[in-house]
Nanobody, 117 residues
Framework: QVQLVESGGGLVQPGGSLRLSCAASGWIAEITAMGWYRQAPGKERELVAL?????????ADSVKGRFTISSSRDNAKNTVHLQMNTLKAEDTAYYYCNAIQRGLPYWGKGTLVTVSS
């Protein structure tokens, strides 16, 4: 089992920045990738960014050049961060941390990001 705890959401004005963090604990040794998904009202959940244990990254086209995903690991936990710059109103959504372990997805409870003036 893997437990994921997100932090860092909130309200920001258009053009501003936020940093999301997600700490994974539990059976983290076999996590192969971690990432962020988001779901806006009335829309399907979509991939925002992910990073593999090899350091490979993938981004949604809509966030390329604005968002950066990074990760770190110690004996007790894996942590993944999402630095979000130049935020737009359309980035407003619940952001969910995701981890893949033995091919199975694990999800955090989500954190709300609201971009509004």
């Amino acid at each position: 089992q893997v437990q994921l705890v997100e932090s860092g959401g909130g309200l920001v004005q258009p053009g501003g920045s936020l940093r999301l963090s997600c700490a994974a604990s539990g059976w983290i040794a076999e996590i192969t990738a971690m990432g962020w998904y988001r779901q806006a009202p009335g829309k399907e959940r979509e991939l925002v960014a992910l990073v593999t244990v090899l350091g490979n990254t993938q981004y949604a086209d809509s966030v390329k050049g604005r968002f950066t995903i990074s990760s770190s690991r110690d004996n007790a936990k894996n942590t993944v961060h999402l630095q979000m710059n130049t935020l737009k109103a359309e980035d407003t959504a619940y952001y969910y941390c995701n981890a893949i372990q033995r091919g199975l997805p694990y999800w955090g409870k989500g954190t709300l990001v609201t971009v509004s003036s």
